[in-house]
């Protein structure tokens, strides 16, 4: 994960005009395609293009929905806050599907995301706070590969050719450790959107490095 940043009372005006014109409805009685496409649109591009859960790539081409990190069944006031709503991958089992209407104790929302997670070359991930862990769980972001090989594969074979891409090879952790200078470069690269957009697991990968300097 990487933290969302959020714009104070923002939301598209696309969803204010419809919120006005139905004051007394919510998000599942929304059924214009323009304005759930104007929700998503947004949140793709306070995330750069990233599912807000996993950090695989969308293109916001039907891979992706209109995710409420608090779920409606949970809180029916909030089902269009725009706050409250990321863009979510598509993919069965896993983040928005996964999560359907459980509690998300540890949310893209939150800065603890970046920390409280980690993750390993290896495709996995681990949490820090038993929070952490119930996340992972909830979103099955791939803790072992019996919850999701695929997930856990896809994402260390992206994280690997963006060390390769960066010039740093695994098996010198040590001594880029010694170099955090240089690995905090690498960090702001990877972070640092290109025409409004990251690469696939660009956080991941930061998120790896920093346990390096660390």
């Not at 990321?86 to 104790?105: R, W």
């Not at 695929?150 to 690997?160: G, N, P």
């Amino acid at each position: 994960m990487r933290k969302i940043t959020k714009r104070a009372g923002y939301e598209p005006q696309e969803l204010t005009d419809w919120k006005r014109s139905n004051p007394t409805k919510r998000y599942p009685q929304l059924k214009d395609g323009a304005v759930r496409q104007a929700i998503r649109t947004e949140a793709l591009a306070e995330q750069y293009y990233l599912c807000g859960h996993c950090c695989q790539t969308l293109s916001g081409d039907g891979d992706c929905h209109n995710e409420h990190v608090e779920a409606q069944d949970l809180n029916q006031n909030r089902t269009l806050d725009f706050s409250n709503i990321i863009a979510s991958c598509n993919t069965l089992k896993q983040c928005g599907d996964s999560h359907k209407s459980q509690p998300l104790l540890l949310t893209p929302l939150m800065a603890q995301c970046e920390t409280d997670l980690v993750f390993k070359l290896s495709g996995r991930v681990s949490g820090k706070t038993p929070d952490a862990i119930e996340t992972i769980r909830v979103l099955n972001l791939g803790d072992i590969e019996k919850n999701n090989k695929s997930l856990i594969e896809k994402r260390k074979q992206l994280s690997l050719a963006l060390l390769t891409e960066h010039a740093i090879t695994p098996e010198d952790e040590e001594d880029w450790a010694e170099e955090p200078e240089l690995l905090a470069d690498v960090i702001n690269d990877l972070l640092t959107p290109d025409n409004g957009k990251l690469k696939p697991f660009a956080p991941v990968v930061a998120n790896v490095l920093r346990q390096w300097i660390a």
